[in-house]
């Protein structure tokens, strides 16, 4: 039962004499002295609920971007392969040469008194030969001879015609002695024209020149040798490039020889160009943890450049179709990475490995099942083994 506010009235006075105020008091007193509860105030009971939604399994196919790097097909610092002076250099940095093609003439004045030399021993070599030869001959004669004499007893000692054989023997080996000194002297003359040849400098392959270290009357030599502080030229090939790309070791499975590859330069802002896989290392690097991978590119129109830096669009399939759940399921801390998968009723912690992110998807290994009920979003709040009411299912997204 509800009584009735009283009321009260209280008169105050100034001192002055001025206008009365009234102050009015309005109370209520409940009866029994209880509160009353708010009206729309919710009461709730039991366990708390959660939105969860459940592990899908399908075929994982994404493209990633890995950076990479266009080298030449071919490239060489061109020393000469003879020590001598710089007579003329007709090729500069950006000349294209063709295979063959004379890039600088040397000279070597000591070729001169070696061709000589060698030309020299070849004409004593033959003299030498001509000789025994003759000697051959002779001996042969006397041999000859000799037999017809015997043929009349009494004529020729037996021992004659023994030492005759002999003579013609040590004539035939001193014969073979002679060519084979003439064949040396011959090669050494011409090993000299070939190292004389070596003044020639020329283009192991088409390409085009990007260094250029030497003036006419510049002292060169061999890598090895005198006159080696640097290379006279470097010439590379660039009418067809190698890409190469640092693939990590969790995305080499599946590569194929022969597939195609897109890539960007920033040279060329919007524009994509593409490589054919040629190459594969088939070995991890331990330091990075890479494989190395090497794409034919070609380029015909010379617009790419060696030594370029690349954004390459990685292809990435896995052989077998992969667990995954929405990205806001997985929650880290500094001592794990898991998901809260519901149970029963109950909270679980499952350790996970995240993989590839497929959209609004992240690809999931730990011990999960397709179909499993984890939380929408996980968070570490929720302590292992919490009781909760799963909300209506969603399916991922």
């Keep these: 039962m509800r009584t009735r506010g009283t009321k009260s009235r209280r008169t105050w006075r100034p001192p ?4 009365i105020i009234i102050v009015l008091t309005l109370g209520s007193i409940a ?7 708010p009206a729309g105030a919710a009461v709730q009971s039991g366990p708390p609920a959660i939105d969860v939604v459940r592990v899908v399994e399908q075929a994982v196919s994404v493209t990633l971007s890995m950076p990479g ?16 002076f710089v007579k003329t250099i007709g090729v500069d940095r950006g000349s294209r040469v063709r295979a063959g093609d004379l890039l600088a003439l040397l000279e070597a004045p000591e070729m001169l008194s070696q061709r000589a030399e060698a030309e020299s021993k070849l004409q004593g070599a ?11 001959d002779a001996d042969a004669s006397t041999n000859d001879k000799l037999k017809a004499a ?12 023994v030492l005759a054989q002999k003579a013609v023997e040590t004539s035939q080996s001193q014969i073979v002695a002679a060519q084979r000194n003439v064949d040396a002297a011959r090669q050494a003359v011409r090993s000299i024209a070939e190292i004389e040849a070596y003044l020639k400098v020329t283009a192991p392959f088409d390409g085009i020149v990007t260094e250029r270290n030497v003036h006419p009357g510049a002292l060169v030599g061999p890598a090895s040798g005198q006159g080696a502080a640097m290379p006279m030229v470097r010439l590379v090939e660039n009418d067809r490039l190698r890409l190469v790309v640092p693939v990590p070791e969790a995305y080499i499975a599946e590569m194929t020889r022969g597939a195609d590859i897109a890539f960007a330069v920033p040279a060329y802002p919007g524009q994509t160009f593409s490589g054919k896989i ?22 015909k129109d010379g617009r790419l450049a060696a030594g370029t830096f690349c954004q390459v669009r990685w ?13 806001g399921s997985v929650a880290s801390t500094t001592q794990r990475t898991f998901v809260v998968r519901v149970r029963n009723g109950r909270t679980e912690w499952v350790d996970v490995k995240t993989g590839l992110t497929s959209g609004p998807l992240v690809e999931v ?27 209506e299912a969603k399916a991922a997204p």
Excluded: W
């Design 16 to 19: 002055s004499g001025g206008p």
């Design 31 to 37: 009866c029994g002295g209880s509160a009353q509860t």
């Design 69 to 84: 790097e266009l080298d030449p097909y071919q490239a060489v610092a061109i020393y000469p392969k003879v020590t001598g």
């Design 126 to 136: 033959e003299a030498q030969l001509a000789v025994a030869r003759s000697r051959a």
């Design 150 to 161: 015997a043929a009349t007893p009494g004529v020729v000692a037996g021992n004659d015609l």
């Design 278 to 299: 040629a190459r594969i290392a088939q070995t991890v690097d331990v330091k990075t943890r890479t494989m190395a991978v090497e794409a034919d590119v070609i380029n």
């Design 315 to 327: 292809p990435v399939h896995r052989p077998g179709p992969s667990l995954l759940v929405p990205s």
């Design 365 to 391: 290994f730990g011990d999960l099942r397709a179909g499993d009920e984890v939380a929408a979003r996980g968070t570490d709040e929720m302590p292992a083994g919490t009781q909760v009411r799963a909300a």
